[in-house]
């Protein structure tokens, strides 16, 4: 089941890399008493992510803030490693952008959100989304219907609030 707009998020062990290796992450506890976008991407340094997706919310990122939003999280099905390094070389984590990793999957397919695209080899991958989340609970929900970055993006998630 996918979620939607007043569902409250599944806990989650995320990764993040800490400053020689990767640290847990406990989401619920992150969520709790924040307002928090969560943007999930099929793979880090993918076209579209690297592209289009991740330069959209570092464009909006002072408005968000603006608009009370406490923190943005960029996650993807890879390892802390590669999600720090995206984090860099993209500019995302120098703009305020926290780079989180579901390195198994499992917060993705409890959102319901998990995907396989053989032909790019990309398995246990996440669909393209963004949210927000208010105390942990799902205020505002856009999942990419199409590939591309129209509904997900940055701006649209400022559109929103």
Do not use: Q
């Not at 569902?7 to 400053?19: E, K, Q, T, V």
């Not at 579901?102 to 669909?127: K, N, Q, V």
């Not at 205020?139 to 559109?159: D, F, K, N, Q």
């Amino acid at each position: 089941m996918t979620i939607d707009v007043g569902y409250r998020l599944p806990g989650a062990s995320l990764l993040h890399m800490g400053a020689d290796r990767p640290e847990t992450v406990d989401l619920a506890a992150r969520l709790a008493g924040r307002k928090v976008v969560i943007f999930g991407v099929p793979g880090a340094f993918t076209p579209t992510c690297d592209s289009a997706h991740v330069p959209s919310f570092i464009r909006v990122m002072d408005a968000l803030r603006d608009k009370g939003v406490d923190e943005v999280i960029c996650l993807s099905v890879n390892d802390a490693h590669v999600m720090r390094a995206w984090g860099e070389s993209t500019g995302a984590t120098a703009a305020g952008i926290t780079m989180l990793a579901d390195a198994d999957g499992a917060f993705t397919r409890a959102i319901g959100m998990a995907f396989d695209a053989p032909p790019a080899g990309l398995y246990g991958r996440s669909r393209r989304y963004a949210l927000m989340a208010e105390d942990g609970v799902v205020t505002i929900w856009h999942p990419e219907p199409e590939r591309g970055c129209v509904v997900s993006s940055g701006e649209a998630m400022l559109a929103a609030l």
